[in-house]
């Protein structure tokens, strides 16, 4: 069973950071937040073409904000995602940093 906050949200869905299509900084503020809130261990999400912006959030958020944080995990997978022209594969990513 996964523990659940006062809003009724998953906790791991709360330690995690989706990475899209907005600017790195804000990616690396969300973070910031979430561990600076408490949280043990916070992942990174991203999917195709966001994955090279994941991983410079990783790296940012390291070796210029938070230093004492590492890289714990990487796990990498592929999705598929069904479309109007069929069925593609997409690359996916999830990076768990944490104390």
Excluded at 9 to 28: C, I, L, Q, W
Excluded at 38 to 57: C, E, H, L, M, Y
Aim: some cysteine.
């Amino acid at each position: 069973m996964t523990e659940t906050n006062s809003r009724g949200v998953s906790m791991a869905d709360e330690n995690t950071v989706f990475v899209g299509h907005k600017p790195v900084m804000n990616y690396v503020l969300a973070c910031v937040t979430q561990l600076n809130r408490g949280a043990g261990d916070i992942t990174i999400k991203a999917r195709g073409r966001a994955i090279s912006r994941a991983v410079d959030v990783a790296e940012i958020l390291r070796k210029r904000f938070m230093p004492e944080v590492g890289v714990k995990d990487i796990r990498i997978s592929t999705e598929q995602i069904n479309t109007s022209e069929g069925t593609r594969n997409v690359s996916a990513m999830e990076i768990i940093i944490g104390k």
